[in-house]
């Protein structure tokens, strides 16, 4: 049984920083590709980053310069510190396994102008 919990989501001003973090549970984590995604009112679902188990990441185009994901193995894990954040931010930021069904319920994230 994968649970995947967010935390660290709030409101913030127009740059601004937050640190997102995904704790889980029921997966061997180190082996796994870890991402989050995000979903803006009346957007698709969009990847924001990944790490493979070996620490490679990706980043979609948009937050490249901004954001860093990270991985504590130990703690079973996942971090996205999120720092210069635009309005254009705003979403709700889900942790995701990658190449399965599973991600968590979501933390909001609403940066204001």
């Known amino acids: 049984q994968v649970q995947l919990v967010e935390s660290g989501g709030g409101l913030v001003q127009a740059g601004g920083s937050l640190r997102l973090s995904c704790s889980a549970s029921?997966?061997?984590?180190?082996?796994?590709?870890m991402a989050w995604y995000r979903q803006a009112p009346g957007k698709q679902r969009e990847l924001v980053a990944s790490i493979t188990s070996v620490g490679s990441t990706n980043y979609a185009d948009s937050v490249k310069g901004r954001f860093t994901i990270s991985r504590d193995n130990a703690k079973n894990t996942v971090y996205l510190q999120m720092d210069s954040l635009k309005p254009e931010d705003t979403a709700v930021y889900y942790c995701?396994?990658?190449?399965?069904?599973?991600w968590g319920q979501g933390t909001q994230v609403t940066v204001s102008s």
């Open positions: 029921g997966i061997i984590f180190s082996i796994k590709t």
């Open positions: 995701h396994v990658l190449w399965s069904n599973s």
